[in-house]
């Protein structure tokens, strides 16, 4: 027998051994989008040990036993959703304590608050809330402004309160609403409960710090947000103490998201070096993170602007919609970069401990510059795959595009913002600016590797939903939920869909130095996947926004059938 017949025969002889092991799981009869550009397309996957066993088609079907099977009955898989950017901590008190973005009368008020009442244990104070974001701009609009306002009183939420201190937010947190109790606490006399300027920053800095069981029952309520929709990873930037409410959950495992730690300000970077939070360079074919496959460390969050909502964000030219009197803002600085000389010098210092750098950046002139540090990082720690992220790349300039292709850099991007932020953004800069608006084709006909994500929950302005599949349709169609413009938003930006799970899968766990175990269905990694109710491939985008998550995989195990909750909610 010839050598190379015999190296088949026994490459035939191990596959079929290897297949007739018992597995752990086995997703089968499927259509089953991998992101493996070898092999874009499945029916089963097998599972055993939290890893990919094996991936094939029905041509050459599993032969061998599993200890529990799902027959996916034709319906589309993917692998599971990783968010590249959520405020993890604010979505679980929005979702456990108090969200009244939405809310702009009494009415809506006094229903909001008694729900939460009734959710909360008798002494947990409400607070935030941030009333009136979409009363300007009503949520799903593309456009046009109210100019009414509301302003809430005591009166209409004391009597129904009074168990719950409360000390709720206007959007903009420049007006705060206290009841009765909260007042009391406080040792303000207020006939309407309205605070403002000093009075509010006062009394909010003394409101309790939450106790760890409420940060952690907060926490579980996010999860269970993530497990419905199919997201097995999240991308956080919370305060330090949520570190300690992840560790426990996986203590108890209660973990159902895979968490990837971004410590959220840029003077943390000399800690993360003590703490060895760095990127792993050692075998420069596979840079990864520290920590584990539950929780991992090694990027570092910063701000160089602030945010569209606030006018805020720094363009290189005034707002549109300014007033007269301040008809030359064009937006500030941030916290650490108002000292620029010491800001560029904390980067040098954090990107040479091989720390990774996420760095939010919105308006036009504030990209700018952070494309001059990266052109300063080269020079000075030298040229490296560093995937430098930039967060939001908001708006750019047309000259700035091209000079992206010398970087290769991660654009942490989150597609829902089109959605939502349309209804201002001509208004705040002019229609020959919003040409560089979330530009997603043109950062990627530029090198950029787009990483997306929501901000879930969102600005004190927007809500922004955990939902995938908003983003997918926001990346696709460029349309408000409503179907506006018919043509989208400077469509000329659109991306494919499949581009779009590429980017919510591959792209993000290539923006966190993880796409050797997570992004793809391939053959020994991590066997994370989402399983939905309806083929996007084959329906239209506006059915995406009502498409559910049937299952969610987290390790080869369901953390989240959708029938099981449904009978669960029905009992």
């Known amino acids: 027998m010839k050598p190379l017949v015999r190296f088949i025969l026994l490459a035939v002889i191990l596959a079929g051994c290897a297949q007739k092991q018992q597995v752990d799981l086995l997703l089968s009869n499927g259509k089953i989008w991998t992101g493996d550009e070898k092999n874009p397309w499945a029916s089963w996957v097998a599972v055993k040990d939290e890893r990919i066993f094996a991936v094939g088609n029905n041509d050459q079907p599993f032969t061998g036993d599993a200890i529990q099977t799902i027959d996916l009955n034709n319906r589309l898989m993917v692998p599971g959703f990783n968010d590249s950017h959520v405020h993890f901590a604010s979505a679980g008190h929005l979702l456990l304590n108090i969200n009244l973005l939405d809310v702009n009368d009494a009415a809506q008020l006094i229903n909001t608050l008694k729900e939460t009442t009734e959710r909360l244990p008798a002494g947990s104070w409400i607070t935030r809330g941030d009333w009136g974001a979409y009363e300007a701009w009503s949520m799903g609009s593309s456009g046009g402004k109210n100019k009414s306002e509301f302003t809430p009183h005591r009166n209409m939420i004391d009597s129904i309160t009074a168990q719950h201190p409360v000390l709720v937010t206007r959007y903009d947190r420049k007006i705060g609403l206290a009841n009765a109790l909260a007042l009391d606490f406080l040792g ?104 584990d496959e539950w929780i991992s460390f090694g990027t570092l969050k910063t701000h160089i602007d602030g945010i569209m909502g606030a006018r805020s964000a720094r363009f290189y030219e005034p707002y549109s919609d300014n007033d007269v009197e301040n008809r030359f803002w064009r937006g500030g600085w941030r916290e650490f970069s108002k000292d620029m000389p010491s800001f560029k010098s904390m980067i040098l210092k954090a990107d040479k401990a091989n720390i990774q750098l996420r760095i939010h950046s919105i308006g036009d002139e504030a990209n700018a510059i952070l494309i001059d540090i990266l052109d300063t990082l080269n020079m000075v720690n030298g040229e490296k795959p560093r995937r430098f992220r930039l967060v939001h790349a908001q708006v750019i300039s047309e000259r700035d595009f091209p000079r992206l292709k010398n970087h290769k850099i991660v654009a942490e991007v989150q597609p829902y913002h089109v959605t939502d932020d349309m209804r201002w953004m001509e208004e705040r800069i002019g229609y020959e600016r919003c040409k560089g608006a979330y530009a997603f084709k043109t950062l990627q006909e530029n090198g950029a590797t787009l990483s997306f994500g929501s901000d879930w929950p969102g600005t004190n302005a927007s809500y922004y939903p955990i939902n ?8 696709v169609t460029r349309q408000t939920v409503h179907g506006e413009p018919e043509q989208g938003w400077f469509p000329e930006q659109k991306i494919t869909l499949e581009e779009a799970l590429k980017a919510y899968t591959y792209g993000s766990s290539f923006g966190a130095f993880e796409e050797a175990s997570k992004g793809t269905i391939e053959e020994g990694k991590l066997a994370d996947f989402a399983v939905l109710n309806a083929n996007l491939f084959e329906s239209a985008p506006s059915d995406w926004l009502h498409t559910p998550i049937d299952y969610t995989i987290v390790g080869g195990v369901v953390v989240y059938s959708r029938k099981k909750n449904e009978e669960n909610s029905n009992q």
């Open 468 to 475: 995938p599949l908003y983003g997918l349709y926001a990346a």
């Open 188 to 291: 303000i006399d207020s006939e309407t409960g309205i605070l403002k300027g000093g009075l509010l920053e006062d009394a909010l800095s003394k409101i309790p710090e939450k106790s760890f069981d409420q940060l952690l029952a907060e926490s579980k309520r996010a999860l269970e947000e993530c497990r419905k929709w199919g997201v097995t990873t999240v991308q956080d930037m919370s305060p330090p103490n949520q570190l300690d409410v992840y560790k426990k959950l996986k203590e108890e495992g209660a973990l159902t998201s895979r968490i990837n730690f971004s410590p959220s300000r840029l003077i943390e970077y000399s800690e993360m070096i003590e703490k060895g939070w760095v990127i792993d360079w050692s075998d420069p074919s596979n840079p990864h993170p520290a920590g």
